[in-house]
């Protein structure tokens, strides 16, 4: 069973650093396709970042390449995502999801994940 626990959210000033982590107490992580996702006040969950089970692969959404980097620890079962240069329009709640049992794929759609953790809060004061 996949259960991911989101830790990393702050309140950070425009142009700050937050590394967010999600934890997962499964015993399958290095085989799911993992995915970082977005969702503001008032708007619907979006991508942010994608990465394969091996994490040889990673894709982005346009507005945070350069500086979002997704990454993963498969002995750790851990997933981060490192944040720099961050913008007022980043402050949202994250969340992270996995697609169980995945390969070496990549997604980009919140339907193609099975499984979420619970979302942590990321503030960015401009």
């Known amino acids: 069973q996949v259960q991911l626990v989101e830790s990393g959210g702050a309140l950070v000033q425009a142009g700050g650093s937050l590394r967010l982590s999600c934890t997962d107490s499964?015993?399958?992580?290095?085989?799911?396709?993992m995915g970082w996702f977005r969702q503001a006040p008032g708007k619907e969950r979006e991508f942010v970042a994608t990465i394969n089970g091996i994490g040889g692969r990673t894709f982005y959404r346009d507005s945070v390449k350069g500086r979002f980097t997704i990454s993963r620890d498969n002995a750790k079962n851990t997933l981060y995502l490192q944040m720099n240069s961050l913008k007022p329009e980043d402050t949202a709640v994250y969340y992270c999801?996995?697609?169980?049992?995945?390969?070496?794929?990549?997604?980009?759609?919140?339907?193609?994940?099975?499984?979420w953790g619970q979302g942590t809060q990321v503030t960015v004061l401009s």
């Open positions: 999801a996995a697609r169980a049992l995945s390969g070496g794929s990549l997604y980009y759609a919140a339907r193609q994940y099975d499984y």
């Open positions: 499964g015993r399958t992580f290095s085989s799911n396709t």
